[in-house]
């Protein structure tokens, strides 16, 4: 950190008279000087949106008959009682004689190089400025959640956890949060099974419960090979992961082994695309793996929807998350039966014109890093792999439909459930939750309807 001294003699009359023909008259009726010693700081690297400690100045005028003005520009702020921060303030002339203490701080609102003035003014002075300098920096918060929390069936254990957690309470500010999640194994090992899992956050406006991020969990391992566990970007949530927050944790292990997870979250306070966001969900069939859409099957699940995004949207995008179950057949020509291992190219219709594609293919199993694991981990599924997070689909909206209503359809591809399958289950399912979110510099008054 850079200091420079400065000691500063201010002196209404410096022998000026003499260069300009000022009369003695002049220089004993307007007499008047200030002293200015203290530090001013470069602040070097300052988080932005916080606040620095305060750095003093003292100044000491004599024989002063005008108030002394002390103005200050960028972000910088200056108060007399380290307290009442403003961008101005006066020292009264009958106490200008006095010594004077002046707090200063930095507040950045931008990242990178800032800088500012501090000018200093009396009708008996010439004025005086001096360059103030700091950068700002974005700030990375941490956010423990669950910690080594037991998930299994049976033995007093739970496949299902929640608690209540403190994170950050100006979501406005918040550029970025990315979830970690982490697998541990009990004494005597994990579960050998690739399960179904998801967090959620509540909405206490609405009071569901709004799955946040989904992940597989691997064949009989941890997924120590990655050191901050699956990674996941939740940020279109941070209307709601904001001040005390109830999250919920399922993991659909069947045993009492199970695993220990472990949830972490990095919010990056910065500059964020949009400062607001508010998010409804429109659909959310995701209670666990066998309670998503039937698949090739009657059903009453319902699959449309009409949405209406608030007027004030300046940005809108819907966000999927989507796994394929069960090993029912006809199976495909390449035999893999549905909808586990079937490949789909499923339709979002945006009033009735298909406008989002979202290709149920394979992402790369066999280059999971969390490997090698105590089963079928390489061949690849449907959109998803075991030991990986699921991979979030998100789908920008025509801005011309802000302020107005549109329906919304998820259009499975056509295929026949048979029932012939010599699986334990001969169902397929799909697992899915959708939502809208609608983003802005203002705050919204409303969230996006969804009927």
Request: net charge neutral; proline share 6%; with cysteine.
């Amino acid at each position: 950190m850079t200091r420079v001294l400065l000691v500063l003699v201010l002196t209404a009359f410096i022998s000026g008279w003499l260069l300009t023909g000022c009369s003695p008259k002049d220089k004993i009726d307007n007499p008047g000087s200030i002293t200015m010693i203290g530090e001013i700081v470069d602040f070097s690297e300052v988080g932005i949106y916080t606040k620095t400690t305060s750095q003093s100045l003292f100044v000491k005028g004599a024989a002063m008959k005008s108030d002394i003005v002390v103005t200050v520009s960028g972000d910088f702020e200056i108060a007399l009682d380290d307290t009442n921060y403003l961008e101005k303030i006066t020292i009264p002339a009958p106490l200008a004689d006095k010594s004077t203490t002046i707090h200063i701080r930095c507040a950045p609102a931008r990242l990178g190089n800032i800088n500012g003035i501090l000018r200093i003014e009396s009708g008996q002075i010439t004025p005086k400025s001096y360059s103030l300098k700091a950068t700002g920096v974005k700030v990375l918060k941490a956010v423990s959640t669950f910690i080594n929390v037991r998930h299994a069936w049976g033995g007093g254990f739970s496949q299902t956890n929640s608690g209540v957690f403190n994170f950050p309470s100006k979501p406005q500010n918040i550029e970025k949060i990315i979830m970690f999640i982490k697998l541990a194994c009990p004494l005597g090992g994990c579960n050998g099974w690739d399960v179904y899992s998801n967090i959620r956050v509540k909405d206490t406006i609405t009071g569901k419960w709004l799955e946040i991020g989904r992940y597989i969990t691997p064949y009989g391992v941890s997924n120590s090979q990655i050191p901050k566990g699956f990674m996941i970007d939740v940020t279109d949530f941070k209307a709601l992961l904001t001040g005390k927050v109830n999250l919920r944790s399922f993991i659909e292990a069947w045993g009492v082994d199970g695993w220990l997870l472990t949830v972490n979250f990095e919010i990056t306070e910065g500059i964020p695309d949009f400062k607001y966001y508010a998010v409804s969900e429109i659909i959310q069939y995701n209670s666990n793996s066998l309670e998503g859409i039937p698949y090739g099957e009657p059903n009453n699940f319902v699959m449309d929807k009409i949405i209406k995004v608030p007027a004030t949207s300046e940005k809108t995008i819907l966000r999927t998350v989507i796994t394929g179950w069960g090993h029912a057949t006809p199976s495909d020509p390449d035999g893999r039966p549905c909808a586990e291992w079937c490949f789909r190219s499923h339709k979002i219709l945006i009033n009735g014109v298909p406008t989002f594609t979202h290709l149920m293919n394979g992402i790369g199993c066999g280059a999971n890093p969390v490997n090698p694991q105590n089963g079928n981990w390489e061949p690849d599924r449907a959109g998803w792999c075991p030991g990986m997070e699921v991979p979030v689909r998100t789908d920008e909206l025509d801005g011309s439909l802000a302020g107005n209503s549109f329906t919304w359809k998820y259009q499975l591809v056509n295929w026949t459930n048979d029932f012939k399958s010599t699986a334990d289950n001969i169902h397929a399912y799909y697992a899915i939750s959708s939502f809208v979110i609608a983003k802005s510099n203002a705050p919204f008054t409303a969230l996006p309807v969804v009927n």
